[in-house]
C-alpha cells in the first residue's frame, strides 16, 4: 500500500529506465513462468490487471510474481495456455526463491489462506458502528462525528484493500461495492490496476506509481525539469499535504471508471458514496474525508518510502520484498487498532492475499525465515518510523536536483 498522490511521469537517465525492460521482440510479449516461456502479446489487452504491468516483465521471470497475486482461474487459464519455444534458456530461481515457495505452500497447507466470515464480521461491524453514529449526531455533535466517520473511513479502506487483494472469496467480492465504494467512493478496479504494480516492482523508480508523488513530495533527487522551489520546504509541509490522500483517490477512481465507460460502477459503488456525504453537514462531510486520508497517509508512507530506491531490477521477488520493506512495530493496542494490519507490511507483501487477520501470526514465522536464507528482516518503531520518513523528506528536500 502506497501513497500516490499524483501519477505524474518520472524522467530516468537512460541507463537506469532501460535496466528495468528488456528491448521488445516484434509482436511478442514473453514472460516466463515455472521454466516455461508463454508469449502473452494477444492475450495482455484482455487481462483483467491491465496490459502495462505485463510489458514491466516482457523478458523476465515472473513466477512468484504471478502465484502472489493471482486466483485459482487464472492459474487454471495460465495451464491451459501452451508454452512457445524460445532459444533463450529459462531464469533458474535462487536459493531465496525456493525457500520462499516452500514456506508460502506450507502457509497454504496449515490454513492460513482461508477465510473466516466471522473474522470478517469482527473487522466490518465496527466500521458499520462508526458511520451510523457518525451519521445520526452529525448535526449534534459534528466535531467528534467527523473523526468517527473518518476513522471509519480509513479503516474501511484498510478492508477494502485487503478484500480487493482476496482471491476466490464470493462474500469479499460482494461487500466490496459496500466497502470501499459507498463508505470511500473507490473504484475497485483502479486501486487493484495501480496497486498490483507496487506489489510486484516494489521501489523501482519509473515503474512503482505508490512512490512517486511529484510534483508534490520527491523520494530522491529530482530533474531539474521537474523541479520547483516549494520542493526544499516538503518536510515542512507534507503533514496537512496528507490530509488530501482520499481527496486525490476519490478524483483518481471517478477519472478510471469514467475513462474505462465503467458507468454502472459510477453509479451504483460510488455515487452513493456522494449522496452520503451531501446528506451531511458540511464541515463534517469534508472534515472526515481530510481525516481518514491524512490517517491513511501517515500509515502507508512508512513501510517503504525511507527503504531503497531500486534502478537496478530486482529479479527475485522475495529479495525484493525484503529490500524495499520494513515492518511497523506497534506497541499499544490504538497504533494496532489504527495501522489496520498495515504495521505487517512485509508479511503482507510477501502473501498478499492472506487475510490481515493472520498477518500477526505470520510475522514470528517470516522472522525465522529471514534468518534461516540470510536475508535481512527489518522493523522499527512507530515513533522511529516517523522519524526516518521525516529524514528522508528532508534530506530530498535539500539534495541538488540533476541534469536531465
Known sequence: LGLSLASTCLVLPAAAANCFRRPRQSSTMRLCIDGNWYDLEKWAPFHPGGAEIMQHFDGHDATDHFYSLHSKEAIERLQNMRPVDVKEPAPQPTKFDIAYRELKQKLVNEGFYERSVLRELSVLLPIVSMVVWGTLYAWTYPVLSAILI?????????????????????????????????INGFDRWWWSNKHNTHHVLTNHVGIDPDIDNRPFLF?????????????????????????????????????????????????????????????????????????????????????????????????????????STKDIICNDPVTEYLFGGMQYQLEHHLFPTLPRYYHSYTRPIVQAFAKEVGLEYKGASVWEMLKQHYATLKANALVTAKEE
Request: proline residues 4%; glycine residues 6%.
Open 150 to 182: 473518518g476513522v471509519a473511513m480509513q479503516q474501511a479502506g484498510w478492508l477494502g484493500h485487503d478484500m480487493t487483494h482476496a482471491r476466490n472469496s464470493a462474500y469479499c467480492d460482494f461487500m466490496l461495492r459496500y466497502v470501499s465504494g459507498w
Open 219 to 323: 523520494l530522491w533527487a529530482p530533474p531539474k525539469s521537474l523541479d520547483h522551489h516549494f520542493r526544499r520546504y516538503q518536510h515542512y509541509y507534507f503533514l496537512p499535504l496528507y490530509s488530501f490522500l482520499y481527496v486525490s483517490w476519490r478524483m483518481q477512481s471517478i477519472q478510471y471508471a469514467w475513462a474505462h465507460k465503467s458507468y454502472r460502477t459510477l453509479l451504483l459503488s460510488i455515487l452513493p458514496s456522494y449522496i452520503w456525504l451531501a446528506y451531511l453537514p458540511l464541515a463534517v462531510s469534508v472534515g472526515s474525508v481530510l481525516v481518514g486520508g491524512f490517517l491513511v497517509a501517515m500509515v502507508v508512507t512508512l513501510s517503504h518510502e525511507s527503504e531503497e530506491m531500486l534502478t537496478r531490477r530486482e529479479t527475485s521477488y522475495v529479495k525484493n520484498q525484503f529490500e
